[in-house]
Nanobody
Framework: QVQLVESGGGLVQPGGSLRLPCAAS????????MRWHRQAPGKQRELVAT???????NYADSVEGRFTISRDNAKKTMYLQMNSLKPENTAVYYC???????????????WGQGTQVTVSS
């Protein structure tokens, strides 16, 4: 059984920073692409950032230059470093990952339960 767990959320003032880890555990053979998403109140879930197994990254225009996605394959953990946070960044942040559980098998998309980030003074 595969599990993704986000942590690191909380209340931060505008202009502050937070670092969100997403840890994968369970019967994992390989973790391919990993992603951060967010859903603000009353809005649809949106893709924030993506990182491949080799470390190639992609960002939503709204976070480019302020957020950094990274991963530690040995620790099966992905991170989202969020700097210069704004009130409009308030949302539940979710991680997802394409994970294979067997040699030569296909990957399946797994999601975490989310962590709340609130940016407010």
């Amino acid at each position: 059984q595969v599990q993704l767990v986000e942590s690191g959320g909380g209340l931060v003032q505008p202009g502050g920073s937070l670092r969100l880890p997403c840890a994968a555990s369970g019967n994992i053979f390989i973790i391919a692409t990993m992603r951060w998403h967010r859903q603000a109140p009353g809005k649809q879930r949106e893709l924030v950032a993506t990182i491949t197994r080799g470390g190639a990254t992609n960002y939503a225009d709204s976070v480019e230059g302020r957020f950094t996605i990274s991963r530690d394959n040995a620790k099966k953990t992905m991170y989202l470093q969020m700097n210069s946070l704004k009130p409009e960044n308030t949302a539940v942040y979710y991680c997802s990952a394409d994970i294979g559980t067997t040699l030569g098998g296909t990957t399946k998309n797994y999601w975490g339960q989310g962590t709340q980030v609130t940016v407010s003074s």
